[in-house]
């Protein structure tokens, strides 16, 4: 696990899991699946792929079979096209299943911001924009906007603090 800042600011954090490996025992499969299972309460699924790999497709589809067994199938998927640099950067690169797709080099750096910039737009894309100023007496409500929210602006005026952010739907209904 880490935690990672996107160029915007937002703070998210990075899990991974085990590569979805085929022909394993069936005992080491179900091990793995009971780590897998926690993919149910991501909200991004960054799907990693290897496209200098010559069975890329095929890990693909296991991938995503393997997320319709955990029923996690409808979450938001980035396909990430790695290692980029040894495949050639002219190779066309699609997953139909993906919400969005990216090719980098991890070990380059290439594209890498793209990356980000993905996750922030679709992070934001979850959340909803509020201005509201808060009077002074109620300054302490700000903390859950910069705990769960992204802070675009804050200006202190006469009537009080006034907050210009992006929060996620379910903490809207408590700050406005």
């Known amino acids: 696990m880490s935690n990672t800042r996107l160029p915007d600011g937002q703070q998210i954090l990075l899990t991974d899991?085990?590569?979805?490996?085929?022909k394993l025992p069936?005992?080491?499969i179900e091990a793995f699946k009971s780590t897998l299972e926690e993919v149910r309460y991501c909200d991004i699924i960054l799907h990693v792929t290897d496209s200098s790999s010559p069975q890329m497709e095929r890990q693909m589809y296991v991938v995503y079979?393997?997320?319709k067994e955990l029923r996690a199938a409808d979450k938001t998927v980035v396909a990430v096209f790695n290692k980029m640099d040894a495949a050639g950067g002219d190779l066309v690169l699609k997953d139909p299943s993906a919400d969005r797709q990216v090719k980098i080099s991890a070990r380059t750096g290439q594209n890498v911001d793209r990356l980000?910039?993905?996750?922030s737009e679709l992070l934001r894309d979850r959340k909803v924009y509020f201005?509201?100023?808060?009077?002074?007496?109620?300054a302490g409500r700000i903390q859950e906007v910069r705990r769960n929210g992204e802070i675009?602006?804050?200006?202190?005026?006469?009537?009080?603090?006034?907050?210009?952010a992006y929060v996620p739907k379910e903490v809207y209904g408590k700050l406005v």
Do not use: M, S
């Open 116 to 119: 980000l910039e993905i996750l």
């Open 65 to 67: 079979e393997t997320l």
């Open 152 to 164: 675009l602006e804050e200006e202190y005026t006469e009537q009080g603090i006034r907050v210009r």
């Open 26 to 28: 069936h005992h080491l």
């Open 17 to 22: 899991t085990v590569g979805f490996i085929r």
């Open 131 to 138: 201005e509201r100023i808060y009077p002074y007496a109620e």
